[in-house]
């Protein structure tokens, strides 16, 4: 039984412990840098009887999530880890288990596509499947790793979303980073989140299908209603963020988005993960020097929180995007989004694609990123 | 007919990740609609051994009780393996009219 209590742990150890408190029973799992740590900690609780869960040693992510939606099927609780490349392996199967719509989890280390081959961290491998039905939620520090995957499992089970869920966490940056993480006991993370109990599953003694054929009279009508189910999970993820702040004492933003000290400023970054810290570090020296720059900082990703965006944005004359991946030949996905979002707004929008392949994005780069926005110019690569 | 007004007719359920309900439904979705060729046995030329009834992707073959084999053209797709491997050659095809 875990206790609470705050320890200095690795974020892969701390989504580790986490995971095992949400009590998964099937952990189909392959290993993959930065990631590793997670299925080598989960390996681990298994073969010492911590906890009681099937580990399957598959043979490929392509294997580990089509063995995760062959759980959901039989109706339990499961969780995976991937990273890059094994991300990209199972994009044929990602819009499976969302059109099933089994409320997975699975923790992403973010890390770089290949190639050249690079191990280390930008949010290509996650940017490049944010179409497939998943809900993305990224992470600034391990607290907020750890807390999000218990909040994912809450935000993918409710009964108006029952789509899956990638917890993004920059890889190394959080993965292997060690930190103070508050662990929660076991008894209040059952009493968030009660046991799995889905409508269907595989039953023999009342056969269904999953999996079916759906033909061009109802196909589209499936993913409306997915479209639908993740434009509702907007407010189950407030609503969750409210909840896990009532029992555990935390929360981050709505749930979806924070402004930081956006009030009276004119000019602002907005972006996902790590970098986050940085920029809140400089924003604060620079308040210091009489300059306010406000930070957005967005959880969600998947779904976007088109309205939370417009109401922060209202009084800005111009908003940066730091974006960790490159659409490329168009920018970086999460500036297309956010300018595509923002379209009718009166703030501008430019984007910075920085930090690819684990190019760090210093204080240095987010002051160059400031003041090309005060002087409402043109984005650029931020290398 | 549009494909709207054909899912409304045949009232499709629309569950929450396609789930079927109910089992053995794909007897209710007539593949012989398919079918460009249409095989046909000769019976007086048929020594019933059975290969096309084995060879049937579809299983749309069936044997009577007097120990016929038949053709069910509800699910045959005309895919004429059964000709092929018909060793009197007591199957042969038409082009199917519709």
Sequence with gaps: ?383 | MKVNEKAKKESVPLTTGAVILEPGSTKKYKTGEWRTYIPIIDQEKCIKCGKCWMVCPDAAIFKTPDGKFMINYTYCKGCLLCEKECPLKAISHKVEEK
């Design chain 1, 1 to 383: 039984m875990i206790m609470a209590e705050k320890k200095v742990i690795s974020g892969a150890d701390g989504m580790a412990i986490a995971a095992k408190l949400c009590r998964p029973k099937v952990l189909p799992m392959y290993p993959i840098t930065p990631s590793t740590l997670i299925p080598e900690r989960m390996s681990e609780f298994v073969f010492n009887g911590e906890m009681i869960a099937k580990m399957i040693h598959v043979e490929s992510e392509h294997s580990a999530i089509s063995a995760l939606y062959g759980a959901y099927a039989t109706g339990v609780r499961s969780f995976t880890a991937t990273a890059s490349q094994g991300l990209a392996l199972m994009h044929e199967i990602l819009p499976i288990v969302a059109g099933a719509r089994f409320p997975a989890v699975m923790a992403v280390a973010n890390r770089a596509l290949a190639g050249p081959l690079n191990i280390w961290n930008d949010h290509s491998d996650a940017m490049s499947e944010r179409d497939q039905g998943w809900i993305q939620l990224y992470c600034e520090n391990n607290q907020e790793a750890f807390d999000t995957i218990i909040m994912a499992y809450k935000i993918a089970e409710a009964k108006k979303v029952l789509l899956p869920v990638m917890v993004c966490v920059d890889g190394f940056y959080l993965t292997h980073a060690y930190e103070p993480i508050q662990i929660e006991d076991q008894e209040k993370v059952d009493e968030f989140l009660p046991e799995y109990k889905p409508e269907n599953f595989l039953d023999t003694t009342s056969p269904k299908s999953f999996g079916g054929f759906a033909q061009p009279n109802t196909y589209m009508e499936f993913k409306e209603a997915e479209d639908k189910a993740m434009i509702e999970t907007l407010k189950e993820i407030v609503k969750v963020n409210n909840e896990f702040k009532k029992t555990f004492g935390r929360k981050y933003g709505n749930g979806l988005i924070e402004g930081i000290n956006l009030d009276d400023a004119d000019y602002a970054l907005l972006c996902v993960g790590s970098v986050c810290g940085t920029i809140r570090e400089v924003i604060d020296e620079l308040n210091a020097a009489g300059k306010k720059i406000g930070l957005i900082k967005l959880k969600s990703v998947r779904p976007l929180p088109v309205e939370d965006l417009k109401i922060l944005c209202k009084d800005l004359k111009m908003l940066g995007v730091i974006d960790r991946h490159a659409s490329i030949g168009f920018g970086g996905a999460l500036t297309n989004d956010i300018k595509s979002a923002l379209n009718n707004e009166k703030v501008l929008v430019e984007g910075f694609v920085a930090g690819l392949g684990g190019r760090d994005i210093n204080k240095e780069k987010i002051r160059a990123a400031i003041a090309t926005i005060i002087k409402e110019k043109e984005g650029f690569w931020l290398k």
